[in-house]
Nanobody, 134 residues
Framework: QVQLVESGGGLVQPGGSLSLSCAPH??????????MAWYRQVPGKEREGVVC????????HYTDPVNGRFSFSRDNTKNTLYLQMNNLEPEDTAVYYC?????????????????????????WGKGTLVNVSS
């Protein structure tokens, strides 16, 4: 089973940018999975989707709070996922997690990102904290 490690979190002022990375702990290929995603969670609230990707179809879904500000990318040569976050707002403060669903085929990307879609994911990183504050 793939083990994931996130990095890149930190403190940033409103309007600023951060780039998060997610890579497997060992040399497993992160791109052989059915789906990959970024989620975030604020204490006391349920985990919510940020961007979800069906890796076999390329179907990508951004949730409304981040659409137009956040961007997902992947580097096959580095076996790494990225989340570029621009124009950050205090409401973006959360612990950010990357996750994968190794099941193939998986549901549409939007399903992973809606409601309790995070329950489809079978492997998670430990998260990285993003704090947007002046």
């Amino acid at each position: 089973q793939v083990q994931l490690v996130e990095s890149g979190g930190g403190l940033v002022q409103p309007g600023g940018s951060l780039s998060l990375s997610c890579a497997p702990h060992e040399s497993e290929s992160i791109f052989s999975v059915g789906a990959m995603a970024w989620y975030r969670q604020v204490p006391g609230k349920e985990r919510e989707g940020v961007v979800c990707i069906n890796s076999k179809t390329g179907d990508t879904h951004y949730t409304d709070p981040v659409n137009g500000r956040f961007s997902f990318s992947r580097d096959n040569t580095k076996n790494t996922l990225y989340l570029q976050m621009n124009n950050l707002e205090p409401e973006d403060t959360a612990v950010y997690y990357c996750a994968v669903d190794e099941a193939i085929p998986g549901p549409p990307a939007s399903r992973y990102c809606s409601g309790r879609g995070f329950t489809y994911m079978d492997t998670w990183g430990k998260g990285t904290l993003v704090n947007v504050s002046s």
